[in-house]
Each structure stands twice: as structure tokens, then as C-alpha cells.
């Protein structure tokens, strides 16, 4: 049964840090393109950043730009989400999803067949 599940959320100062995880198990992580989502309350689900599955490239929201970073830990079969100073806009349950098929970097929530269940982070002081 392919499942994937993210860990790592959890309350933070303004300016610390947090890593989500994103693990799979039924499928090769590898093989898909990861789109890491964030949604706040009374808002709708945002793309965060995103992994392509052929060359690695990568994308990112203009909000999280030189603060957030997207890895592939294909041994564990595994994509972290680092995020580094933290604001209390980044307040929101973050979800990764995976795709088998090829994307556009920046692609829709709705184009993601695989869902987490989702990590809560909340950043306030």
C-alpha cells in the first residue's frame, strides 16, 4: 500500500528552524516528483517548493526563497523540507505529495496522485 507520511512539525520561535520529513513506503520516492504544500487557516492550499524526478531541479515559493530547502534522501527514501528562519506566516499544516508522472516545476496540488497527512507548524513567540 503506498503511503506517505511526514514528521518534524511542531511550535518554533520566530527566526529558529524546523525539518520536515516526507517517507514513503509502497513506492520509490525517487521515482516521483515531490511537491512539499502548506495550508493556513481560512486559506487555501500553497505550493512550497517542489523536486523534479529526472534531473533534481528544484522550486520555490517566492515567499520561503533563500529560507526553505528541498533534498532527497534516496537511501531512505526520503524528501526533507529544511526550513530556516521561520516567520509566523509560515504558520500552517504542511503536506508533501508525490507524482509518478513528469512535472512542471510550480505544478497544481490537484496534478499529485500521493498525499501525507499532513505536519502542523506553528511558529509564534
Known amino acids: 500500500q503506498e503511503q506517505l507520511v511526514e514528521s518534524g512539525g511542531g511550535l518554533v520561535q520566530p527566526g529558529g528552524s524546523l525539518r520536515l520529513s516526507c517517507a514513503a513506503s509502497?513506492?520509490?520516492?525517487?521515482?516521483?516528483?515531490i511537491g512539499w504544500f502548506r495550508q493556513a487557516p481560512g486559506k487555501e492550499r500553497e505550493g512550497v517548493s517542489c523536486?523534479?524526478?529526472?534531473?533534481?531541479?528544484?522550486h520555490y515559493a517566492d515567499s520561503v526563497k533563500g529560507r526553505f530547502t528541498i533534498a532527497r534522501d534516496n537511501a531512505k527514501n526520503t524528501v526533507y523540507l529544511q526550513m530556516n528562519s521561520l516567520k509566523p506566516e509560515d504558520t500552517a499544516v504542511y503536506y508533501c505529495?508525490?507524482?509518478?508522472?513528469?512535472?512542471?516545476?510550480?505544478?497544481?496540488?490537484?496534478?499529485?496522485?500521493?498525499w501525507g497527512q499532513g505536519a502542523q507548524v506553528t511558529v509564534s513567540s
Open positions: 523536486i523534479a524526478t529526472t534531473d533534481n531541479s528544484t
Open positions: 509502497g513506492f520509490t520516492l525517487a521515482e516521483h516528483a
Open positions: 505529495a508525490a507524482e509518478p508522472r513528469l512535472l512542471k516545476l510550480g505544478a497544481r496540488p490537484d496534478e499529485y496522485t500521493y
